[in-house]
């Protein structure tokens, strides 16, 4: 095997350099963290996992005009993406109150909101990761507004697009983590979505019984973690029975196959 140059290790990814100028290769590796990564673990084919279910949604995404980092799936555990200057926010869409919003605000988990709420943490794990405004993010130059109307607007579209997509598979979209990234064309930047997309930044609970569908099975030792986003690749059709990648509808070459026929005959 060639070496690669690594370029970055994160909790639950590594990026390597890429094959041409402006790529990268994003590892998903089956390491599990959580609370700031004071809490560690496995989760078996976790990498295999969220490396198709973010492809996945990437790439719906793309068809709906959401710029993203996506480039190609490689293998099992590796996508190429494009290199990005990741715009220090975590950025977070709530549908319903879960998790921190909770303890924040004292809400009772699983109380719908009144609308769609969007909140900004600093990515900064020593800070652990804190709340901060449009204000803040302005005044310490983060992101510029220009920047931030656009994030907020991607963040909204691709709630809208997730919530249809899982309640389609009987799957409550409750919230999720989304990172953004600027690419350069000269003197002009533009923002496009980055990171992933999975279970390990969503909150996702069966639509019938509310079970949990996400990592929180691993931050609040519920078990079954591993079922449970395998649950989730099935019901997306990306994962059969007995373990064989699923033969979900392929857009791409739907198009290809529509563009034949529409050829006119001669
Ligand atoms: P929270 O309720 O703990 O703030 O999490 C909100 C959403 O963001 C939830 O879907 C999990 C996700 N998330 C991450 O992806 N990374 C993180 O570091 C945290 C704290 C949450």
């Known amino acids: ?31 599990a963290t959580a609370f700031d990564a004071t809490k560690r673990g496995t989760i078996n084919g976790k990498g295999v996992i969220n490396n198709r279910i973010s492809e996945h949604v990437f790439t719906r995404l793309t068809h ?8 190609r799936r490689l293998n099992m555990r590796e996508q190429l993406v494009r290199q990005v200057e990741i715009i220090p926010l975590e950025v977070i869409v709530r549908n319903v109150a879960a998790g921190s919003i909770c303890k924040r ?7 719908p909101l009144p609308h769609t709420l969007i909140e900004y943490c600093l990515k900064d794990d020593a800070l652990h990761d804190p709340l901060v405004t449009e204000e803040h993010i302005a005044c310490f130059g983060w992101a510029t507004n220009e920047e931030m109307q656009d994030i907020s607007a991607m963040a909204i579209r691709v709630n809208d697009f997730m919530a249809g997509m899982f309640a389609a598979i009987n799957i409550r979209l409750v919230d999720f983590k989304i990172e953004f990234g600027r690419i350069w064309d000269g003197d002009f930047s533009r923002v496009i979505l980055a990171d992933e997309i999975s279970p390990d930044g969503c909150r996702l609970w069966d639509m019938a019984t509310g079970e949990k569908l996400d990592k929180d099975r691993f931050r609040r030792d519920l078990g079954g973690e591993e079922e449970a986003y395998q649950e ?35």
């Open 1 to 31: 095997m060639t070496r690669r140059r690594q370029i970055y290790e994160g909790k639950a990814k590594i990026l390597y350099e890429g094959p041409e100028p402006g790529t990268l290769i994003q590892y998903f590796k089956d390491d």
């Open 64 to 71: 709906i005009g959401i710029p993203t980092h996506f480039i």
């Open 105 to 111: 605000l004292g809400l009772e988990e699983g109380e």
């Open 232 to 266: 989730v690749a099935k019901r997306l059709g990306l994962l059969q029975d007995d373990g064989t990648p699923g033969e979900v509808l392929d857009l791409t070459a739907h198009r290809k196959l529509r563009g034949k026929s529409e050829k006119p005959k001669k």
